[in-house]
């Protein structure tokens, strides 16, 4: 089945960088976009970024110039970078894919940036 595996958040000041790693298995990992989500404490989930089979990214406003999505095919794995990290962006963030019409998340990794 299909397979997400968050992990790198933790605790950053201000200005700080993490860099998040995703896991994926239980699927065609190359031919298929990836996305990272977040969500708030008391806000719905909300997309972030998304990396195309070609490499082509796209990003939420709030985090061009200072997140970076990428991927390595050989691994499966998929990564955000996150600098100049602020105290909104703190969040539960999610690798997300979409597959034959659903959306699949893995359990989501906690950033929490303090002021």
């Known amino acids: 089945q299909v397979q997400l595996v968050e992990s790198g958040g933790g605790l950053v000041q201000t200005g700080g960088s993490l860099r998040l790693s995703c896991a994926a298995s239980?699927?065609?990992?190359?031919?298929?976009?990836m996305a990272w989500y977040r969500q708030a404490p008391g806000k719905e989930r909300e997309w972030v970024a998304t990396i195309f089979p070609d490499d082509a990214t796209y990003y939420q406003d709030s985090v061009k110039g200072r997140f970076t999505i990428s991927r390595d095919n050989a691994k499966n794995m998929v990564y955000l970078q996150m600098n100049s990290l602020k105290p909104e962006d703190t969040a539960v963030y999610y690798c997300g894919v979409d597959l034959s019409g659903s959306r699949h998340w893995g359990k989501g990794t906690l950033v929490t940036v303090s002021s």
């Open positions: 239980g699927f065609l990992f190359t031919p298929n976009s």
